[in-house]
Structure formats: structure tokens, C-alpha cells
T-cell receptor, first 120, second 112 residues
Framework: DTGVSQDPRHKITKRGQNVTFRCDPI?????LYWYRQTLGQGPEFLTY????????KSRLLSDRFSAERPKGSFSTLEIQRTEQGDSAMYLC??????????????????FGPGTRLLVL | GENVEQHPSTLSVQEGDSAVIKCTYS??????FPWYKQELGKGPQLIID?????GEKKDQRIAVTLNKTAKHFSLHITETQPEDSAVYFC???????????FGRGTSLIVHP
């Protein structure tokens, strides 16, 4: 399967603990996005990378959240000192944008299966 | 920023009927409108998208229409089947941004 993969699929943790999630994008994709989805809501943007550079962060991304994409391939999202309000599905998406190629209107994002986090 | 409203929140139909989900957006600069299907416990899967230079796009039983003047777009599913049951999300993106804004989703239930 060459789609976006995420690990783990489920995580239960106690309040105050740190958690780390991993996302492996579609192999040739240079853009990688993180979203958060709570029950009954659509995905909400957290941050995105172009190769290894983190280009934009949402106001939703508090100081307790950090994301990396060290080699421009897989990415990790870490949440420090988890709170019950962090309980959500964390989604990763990837896309391919060619330099000097099609405009932003041509970009399509493909989502992974998500990591469901429950903070007790 | 962009605001996307999606209706209805729940839609129940009989197998074989058509289903229509409607979305409105606020930013006239938006130029890309994808639709995603999300099954329980899974991530959203792109099912169809439309760009602002076309008014309608069809793929087998699924079609999307776009009215830029009114700033609304709709998903049409014909001959619904039980496996179409899922949550459907619309989204809007544009104005030079790579970040889509999603609607709150429509839970479609197709009764056999």
C-alpha cells in the first residue's frame, strides 16, 4: 500500500504525559500536513511542511505541540504535558506540489487513517 | 478567514434514492473545493473535487456542482447504496493558501 500511514492508530495516555505520533507520507510527496479532528467536526489545520521546512502553524498549535520532518520524509508530532482537551483524532495528509509547476489550485491532499488520542 | 457551512448535519435515505449535501463558503477568492468521505475509524478519503474554472464535475454516481456567484457548492450521489453510508465533508481553499477549511460534516445513512 503506497498511501499515507500513521502510527500508532490508537493511544491512551494519562494527563501530563508526553506522546509522539508518526506520519509516513506518500513517497514522492513533498508537502505534509497535520490536522486535528474532534467528534462532530471537520479536520482543523495544525501545521504543514514543505520538504523539511515547517512553513505555517495554526494558532491551535500551542507551545506544548511540536512537529518535525527532519529529512523531508516522515514527520512526528509531539504533545508534551497532555491535557484532556487534547483528546482527538490527529490526521496527517500529504501532497505533491511541483516547483514552477501547477499553481496551488492543482494541489490535492491525501489523508492517512489518523491516530486517535485519549487523554485520561 | 474562510468559513464553510455544511447542511444537513444528518441525511437518511432509502437505498436507490439520491442524496444531496450543500455547502456555502465566504471567501470569494476560494478556488478549490474537495469532498471527502470518512468511514468510522478511518481518515477522510477524497472522492471528488472541483476547481473554480468549471461548474460541474461527474464521476459515475457522484457529481459536484459549483455556483461561484452564490458561493455555494453541492455533492450529489445518485442510486445510493448502503456502502455509501459515512460522514461526508466539504472543504474550500484558495486565495493563495494551501490550507483548506472544512465543513462540519454530514452523516449519510443509506437504509437497505
Amino acid at each position: 500500500d503506497t498511501g499515507v500511514s500513521q502510527d500508532p492508530r490508537h493511544k491512551i495516555t494519562k494527563r501530563g504525559q508526553n506522546v509522539t505520533f508518526r506520519c509516513d507520507p506518500i513517497s514522492e510527496h513533498n508537502r505534509l500536513y497535520w490536522y486535528r479532528q474532534t467528534l462532530g467536526q471537520g479536520p482543523e489545520f495544525l501545521t504543514y511542511f514543505q520538504n523539511e521546512a515547517q512553513l505555517e502553524k495554526s494558532r491551535l498549535l500551542s507551545d506544548r505541540f511540536s512537529a518535525e520532518r527532519p529529512k523531508g520524509s516522515f514527520s512526528t508530532l509531539e504533545i508534551q504535558r497532555t491535557e484532556q482537551g487534547d483528546s482527538a483524532m490527529y490526521l496527517c495528509a500529504s501532497s505533491l506540489v511541483l516547483a514552477g509547476g501547477p499553481s496551488v489550485r492543482q494541489e490535492t491532499q491525501y489523508f492517512g487513517p489518523g491516530t486517535r488520542l485519549l487523554v485520561l | 478567514g474562510e468559513n464553510v457551512e455544511q447542511h444537513p448535519s444528518t441525511l437518511s435515505v432509502q437505498e436507490g434514492d439520491s442524496a444531496v449535501i450543500k455547502c456555502t463558503y465566504s471567501d470569494s477568492a476560494s478556488n478549490y473545493f474537495p469532498w471527502y468521505k470518512q468511514e468510522l475509524g478511518k481518515g477522510p478519503q477524497l472522492i471528488i473535487d472541483i476547481r473554480s474554472n468549471v461548474g460541474e464535475k461527474k464521476d459515475q454516481r457522484i457529481a459536484v456542482t459549483l455556483n461561484k456567484t452564490a458561493k455555494h457548492f453541492s455533492l450529489h450521489i445518485t442510486e445510493t447504496q448502503p456502502e455509501d453510508s459515512a460522514v461526508y465533508f466539504c472543504a474550500a481553499r484558495g486565495g493563495g493558501s494551501y490550507i483548506p477549511t472544512f465543513g462540519r460534516g454530514t452523516s449519510l445513512i443509506v437504509h437497505p
